[in-house]
């Protein structure tokens, strides 16, 4: 004797209403997911002791080291690295975000090419002068991301060259650059 078949779950057969039901049931799950994970919209990035770096690469290199000083709270050091970048070019950097939540890129360099230059404005063009100061700074504008950078050029091949860009306002470069000072090398 043959026992009888067990019937078939209605779910088995594919339907398109069940497959509705199945898709409406994992769309309600996915929608809960992304309701309740966080998404980040800005990563903090730690402070850096830029000062100390600064005064390490001034001692290192005797480069006259210039960074920010005076300006508050508001202003973080999140970068501060001595390394080759463009054509080999020894390069002192800081990176700051601002209180708007911008960044500015401070370089440092001494026997700077072309390359190097282009490369620390952003590809920027120059666009005048600007006095901050006592001082004198080349003007360079990156219209298509509207950035901006200063540039000061030591007279001779083996100064200091410094060069501030930021992807914030150009007043902020203003108060940064005007806020500059040497920073006393590391004993």
Known sequence: MSSPQPQR????????????????VLG????????????????????????????????????????PSGLGKDWVPVVATDSPLTDKVRTFTS??????????????ATHVTPGWLSRSVNGGTRAGEVQIGSRT????????????????????????TIAATTTGSEQELKTFVDALKRVKPSS
């Open 95 to 108: 990176v700051w975000t601002t209180p708007s939540g911008a960044d500015i890129a401070l370089k440092e």
């Open 137 to 160: 700074w080349e003007r360079y504008v990156v219209e298509a991301r509207d950035e901006f950078a200063y540039v000061l050029k030591g007279p001779n091949d083996g100064d200091l």
């Open 28 to 67: 309600v799950i996915v929608a809960g997911l992304i309701a309740i994970v966080p998404r980040i919209n800005h990563v903090e990035r730690p402070a850096v002791d830029a000062a100390g770096k600064g005064a390490y690469v001034a001692q290192l290199t005797g480069w006259p080291v210039e960074l």
């Open 9 to 24: 779950s209605a779910y088995s057969l594919g339907s398109l209403p069940n497959m509705v039901r199945s898709m409406l």
